[in-house]
């Protein structure tokens, strides 16, 4: 058995606040979000454009552009997705269910970067 795992790096401008904090993140701030979509698979494309690889990069932009522009990229990210205490883990997950609902093939785990020193991974279990 052999498997790749490839990942696209997305950014974002976005506010956010921790209601349930106790420290200086329950005040309403902004951070440079950085993150990472992992894709996963055992075989790579033996013929086409994408010869050679698991898929394109490309392809896994396609998938994460429109949550940045409908969601994510300078807006407030408790109101824009629903997550009424939006932590780095609720976040990732969120992203990963969207990614999910929108059928990106392979999707392995997606990160999230709050900071430059914060961060989380998340991805579902077979
Ligand atoms: N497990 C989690 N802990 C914290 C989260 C989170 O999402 N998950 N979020 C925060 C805050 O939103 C904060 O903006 C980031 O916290 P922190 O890394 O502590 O930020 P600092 O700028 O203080 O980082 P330093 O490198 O320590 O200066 C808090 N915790
Ligand atoms: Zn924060």
Same mark, same amino acid.
């Given at each position: 058995?052999?498997? @790749? *795992? *490839? &990942?696209?790096?997305?950014?974002? /401008? #976005? #506010?956010?606040?921790?209601?349930? =904090?106790?420290?200086?993140c329950r005040r309403l701030h902004?951070?440079? @979000?950085?993150?990472?979509?992992?894709?996963?698979?055992? /075989?790579?494309?033996?013929? %086409?454009?994408?010869?050679?690889?698991?898929?394109?990069?490309?392809? *896994?932009k396609k998938y994460i552009e429109?949550?940045?522009?409908?969601?994510?990229? =300078? &807006?407030? $990210?408790?109101?824009?997705? %629903?997550? /009424?205490?939006? +932590?780095?883990?609720?976040?990732?997950? @969120?992203?990963?269910?969207?990614?999910?609902?929108?059928?990106?093939?392979? $999707?392995? #785990?997606?990160? *999230?970067?709050?900071?430059? +020193?914060?961060g989380c991974m998340y991805r579902? $279990?077979?």
């Amino acid at each position: 058995m052999q498997e @790749w *795992i *490839i &990942y696209k790096e997305f950014r974002f /401008e #976005a #506010a956010h606040k921790l209601p349930h =904090h106790e420290g200086k993140c329950r005040r309403l701030h902004g951070h440079s @979000w950085v993150g990472r979509i992992y894709v996963k698979g055992n /075989e790579l494309m033996t013929e %086409g454009s994408q010869q050679g690889m698991i898929i394109d990069y490309g392809e *896994i932009k396609k998938y994460i552009e429109p949550l940045l522009d409908q969601f994510l990229d =300078h &807006y407030y $990210l408790n109101e824009t997705t %629903g997550l /009424e205490n939006p +932590t780095s883990e609720l976040l990732a997950k @969120w992203i990963y269910e969207q990614l999910e609902s929108a059928k990106l093939p392979g $999707l392995y #785990a997606v990160e *999230i970067h709050e900071t430059c +020193t914060s961060g989380c991974m998340y991805r579902k $279990l077979d």
